[in-house]
């Protein structure tokens, strides 16, 4: 197995880090994470949101920790901490996470677009389009990712004036009671949470491509506070636009409030909204199916072009013979529980081997 070892000109500058994070962390979460969190803790959702907001900065210090220690990406870390065949059966473990959670974002989306535009068309032909690109832009390598993803950030912040124009509509007692919840059903909160806030973990594969690597730390911890801060304001926005009864109801809180929004000139603005939502997915899609192709490729020594048309293919095949309802709602709750516990309870653990280990060798 070769070290990750990136030649330079394809590295990126350390501020980059900030847009990868975020734009990683926003996607189809924010469409429908209140209606969750309103379930379990209520007006209270906004402490869970900062609770998790806690967690996963000081995940991404434990990345860049465990990274300190050993450079290179997570298939250098396991292979250090665990040997060759441990370490490759749970890199295999990170390269199937990943995958799972682009086709995730990617079936979310579509099931977006038939509910609220074209119901009679086939998940598998969006979905066919969405491959061609993520496969397009893939082979432009890491930096023109880096490229989609800071753009699919600066075109999407108009959409915020959305949740401004709904104040107009707000009942700000809809607040109240503050610290209403228990401890319990918070954390519960925090949890479901998670499917916003996941996506920061990305940095396992990419570490080797930025340049002074190090430098980046405060860039991935300012894209992820964005985003935090963020999913808040969507979260307040919503609590006090509807009813904690309507919330609790409404699939997607965040495009049924855009449909509130009227122009002279467009009767539907959640066309837009949900067409417009796509610069924000296709980040999402790239950077996952990347990572789980890199992945194969740094085990397996063979061209990422490969595992990626494969894994492409599966997708496909997943759109065309088990698209419905139940097989989304059943990834979700694959990817929501235990991906986000294997993360938050792995990478810890890496950093403690990883250490010890170093600790020894050097006595």
Same mark, same amino acid.
């Given at each position: 197995m070769t070290h990750a070892h990136v030649n330079e000109?394809?590295?990126?500058? +350390?501020?980059? =880090?900030?847009?990868? =994070?975020?734009?990683?962390?926003?996607?189809?979460g924010v469409l429908s994470f209140q209606r969750i969190l309103a379930k379990s803790t209520g007006t209270d959702g906004w402490i869970s949101i900062l609770l998790a907001g806690l967690i996963v900065h000081s995940l991404i210090w434990v990345i860049y920790k465990i990274f300190s220690l050993v450079p290179g990406d997570i298939i250098d870390a396991n292979h250090h901490a665990f040997g060759k065949w441990i370490g490759k059966s749970i890199s295999l473990l990170f390269i199937f996470y990943f995958w799972v959670l682009g086709l995730t974002v990617m079936i979310s989306y579509i099931q977006v677009i038939h509910v609220w535009m074209f119901e009679e068309v086939p998940a598998w032909s969006f979905s066919l389009v969405f491959l061609i690109l993520i496969y397009y832009i893939n082979t432009g390598g890491f930096r023109t990712i880096t490229g989609i993803s800071f753009l699919s950030m600066l075109l999407t912040y108009w959409l915020l004036f959305v949740f401004f124009y709904a104040m107009k509509y707000s009942?700000?007692?809809?607040?109240? +009671?503050?610290?209403?919840?228990?401890?319990?059903?918070?954390w519960e909160g925090t949890k479901n949470t998670s499917l916003t806030l996941i996506g920061f973990e990305l940095i396992l594969m990419f570490y080797p491509f930025i340049k002074n690597a190090a430098a980046s730390q405060k860039y991935a911890h300012g894209g992820a506070l964005t985003t935090t801060l963020i999913t808040l304001f969507i979260?307040? =926005?919503?609590?006090v636009f509807y009813s904690q009864k309507q919330? =609790?109801?409404?699939?997607? +809180?965040?495009?049924? *409030?855009?449909?509130?929004v009227e122009f002279p000139f467009i009767q539907r603005f959640e066309y837009i909204d949900v067409s417009w939502w796509a610069?924000?997915?296709? +980040?999402? *899609?790239?950077?996952?199916?990347?990572?789980a192709s890199r992945g194969v490729k740094?085990?397996?020594n063979v061209p990422q072009k490969y595992p990626l048309l494969g894994m492409s293919l599966i997708i496909?095949?997943?759109n065309i013979f088990f698209f419905d309802m139940d097989s989304i709602n059943y990834l979700k709750q694959i990817i929501n529980p235990y991906g986000v516990i294997f993360i938050i309870s792995y990478l810890p653990l890496l950093l403690v081997i990883i250490y010890f280990k170093k600790k020894r060798n050097r006595s």
């Amino acid at each position: 197995m070769t070290h990750a070892h990136v030649n330079e000109k394809y590295k990126i500058q +350390p501020f980059y =880090v900030f847009f990868l =994070v975020h734009s990683m962390q926003t996607g189809i979460g924010v469409l429908s994470f209140q209606r969750i969190l309103a379930k379990s803790t209520g007006t209270d959702g906004w402490i869970s949101i900062l609770l998790a907001g806690l967690i996963v900065h000081s995940l991404i210090w434990v990345i860049y920790k465990i990274f300190s220690l050993v450079p290179g990406d997570i298939i250098d870390a396991n292979h250090h901490a665990f040997g060759k065949w441990i370490g490759k059966s749970i890199s295999l473990l990170f390269i199937f996470y990943f995958w799972v959670l682009g086709l995730t974002v990617m079936i979310s989306y579509i099931q977006v677009i038939h509910v609220w535009m074209f119901e009679e068309v086939p998940a598998w032909s969006f979905s066919l389009v969405f491959l061609i690109l993520i496969y397009y832009i893939n082979t432009g390598g890491f930096r023109t990712i880096t490229g989609i993803s800071f753009l699919s950030m600066l075109l999407t912040y108009w959409l915020l004036f959305v949740f401004f124009y709904a104040m107009k509509y707000s009942e700000f007692t809809n607040l109240l +009671p503050i610290f209403d919840h228990s401890i319990l059903e918070i954390w519960e909160g925090t949890k479901n949470t998670s499917l916003t806030l996941i996506g920061f973990e990305l940095i396992l594969m990419f570490y080797p491509f930025i340049k002074n690597a190090a430098a980046s730390q405060k860039y991935a911890h300012g894209g992820a506070l964005t985003t935090t801060l963020i999913t808040l304001f969507i979260y307040v =926005v919503s609590i006090v636009f509807y009813s904690q009864k309507q919330l =609790v109801m409404t699939i997607w +809180p965040t495009l049924s *409030m855009t449909s509130i929004v009227e122009f002279p000139f467009i009767q539907r603005f959640e066309y837009i909204d949900v067409s417009w939502w796509a610069i924000i997915i296709i +980040p999402n *899609m790239t950077i996952s199916l990347w990572a789980a192709s890199r992945g194969v490729k740094r085990l397996f020594n063979v061209p990422q072009k490969y595992p990626l048309l494969g894994m492409s293919l599966i997708i496909l095949i997943i759109n065309i013979f088990f698209f419905d309802m139940d097989s989304i709602n059943y990834l979700k709750q694959i990817i929501n529980p235990y991906g986000v516990i294997f993360i938050i309870s792995y990478l810890p653990l890496l950093l403690v081997i990883i250490y010890f280990k170093k600790k020894r060798n050097r006595s």
